[in-house]
């Protein structure tokens, strides 16, 4: 998700200003208020106090919804929301059906700052309230329709805004928490493989020097024959070892998206990656390619670019000489200092590992920024489907 969403706290000063702007924008329906302020025909102390009151609601207003998401007791959102609507009360009692609208305020405020349990007996309570005082305030009755349906699902539409980002953050941390699990279990299985390899390897190698020590003086043939036999146990094990920790370290393009989004969030650019893709199929040596590419490029932005924004695409498709999977990457930055006209070290690297594998790299400006387009052999890879 870009930018900050309700329920969830501004962590630098961009999502302090797009928060700002998303709750600014609803503001407007206080034209009336305003209006009524302007043309309503009050005594100058009663202006005065309008627009004190109003000002100060907003800003309690604004306080309360940026509030959200510090992990505090639910005690100061209830004093702040009885807050609102004691001076909606009093502002409505006072200067006109006008001021009903603040209660709309009221609920959704309670809607996108409580949990559920307590939401759902705060916005009926606020529209319960609203409609109590148009009985009394003088003409305000013509004005409860159009306000108590706004109050009502406004109030319980910020409820669900605010569960479904909470989910969605539980999700994240879930996802996290897979991958550091799914780190420790490839850890663990290096760990058995070298274990299984060495053991064994070790152990012959151990039992054959004792045969060839106690060979030696009176059949130096066969000990030479122990020793011949030694040395391609040994060199047959350095192949086993090398093999496992070449599968260990070879790049795994499900855990470079989550690596990539880790660093371009952390960078402050906006990430817009793909669901992790289905590469069953897909051979070994395309995917690591695929996942360096990956790394590469976003190392680049994070490093280069200066974007602001950076989304990631992986796309399977069918081409005259078998099935491609391609991955781009495109942000919105100038690229750096280093011009797109030169390839850099890293560039050409890939475009070599990217060769071995049978693909290709395309790279260079476009319109609005950067891209990067790596293309694989997919063998019988299912459709992974689009990106972000």
Not at 42 to 61: D, M, P, Q, S
Not at 117 to 132: C, D, H, N, V, Y
Not at 181 to 196: F, K, P, S, V
Request: with cysteine.
């Amino acid at each position: 998700m870009s930018g900050v969403g309700i329920g969830q706290r501004p962590e630098n000063r961009r999502q302090k200003v797009i928060k700002s702007l998303w709750a600014g924008i609803w503001l407007v329906y206080l034209s009336a208020p305003v209006a009524d302020l302007l043309n309503g025909g009050h005594g100058t102390a009663a202006r005065i106090l309008g627009w004190a009151g109003l000002v100060v609601f907003v800003v309690w207003y604004m306080l309360l919804l940026f509030r959200t998401g510090r992990g505090d007791g639910t005690d100061a959102v209830l004093v702040s929301l009885a807050v609102l609507a004691a001076e909606s009360t009093l502002l409505a009692l006072t200067l006109g059906r006008e001021w009903l609208v603040l209660f709309v305020y009221v609920s959704i405020a309670s809607g996108a700052t409580l949990p559920l349990r307590q939401a759902r007996w705060t916005i009926p309570g606020a529209s319960a309230l609203m409609t109590a005082l148009a009985f009394v305030v003088p003409d305000a009755r013509s004005f409860l329709g159009g306000l108590l349906i706004p109050a009502l699902l406004g109030g319980f539409a910020m409820t669900g805004v605010r569960e479904l980002i909470r989910t969605t953050i539980a999700l994240r941390e879930a996802r996290a928490t897979v991958a550091h699990l799914a780190a420790n279990e490839e850890r663990l299985r290096l760990a058995r493989d070298l274990h299984d390899l060495l053991g064994h390897s070790l152990s012959l190698i151990t039992l054959k020097s004792e045969l060839a020590g106690r060979m030696l003086p009176g059949h130096p043939d066969k000990a030479a024959q122990q020793v011949a036999d030694i040395e391609q146990v040994s060199r047959q094990a350095l192949v086993d070892v090398r093999e496992a920790v070449t599968g260990y370290r070879r790049a795994r393009l499900n855990a470079e998206l989550a690596g990539a989004q880790v660093a371009l969030t952390a960078a402050g650019v906006v990430p817009e990656l793909p669901a992790e893709p289905d590469l069953t199929g897909v051979p070994e040596e395309s995917e690591s390619a695929l996942a360096w590419a990956l790394r590469e490029a976003v190392t680049n932005v994070v490093r280069h670019s200066g974007a602001r924004r950076c989304t990631v695409e992986l796309l399977g498709r069918q081409t005259l000489d078998g099935r491609v999977l391609e991955l781009s990457v495109e942000d919105d930055g100038s690229g750096g200092p280093v011009a797109a006209a030169a390839p850099g070290n890293g560039l050409t690297g890939l475009t070599e590992r990217l060769g071995k594998a049978g693909g290709e790299l395309e790279a260079g400006r476009t319109r609005r920024g950067f891209r990067l387009v790596a293309r694989v052999p997919a063998g019988t890879a299912a459709d992974v489907g689009s990106g972000a």
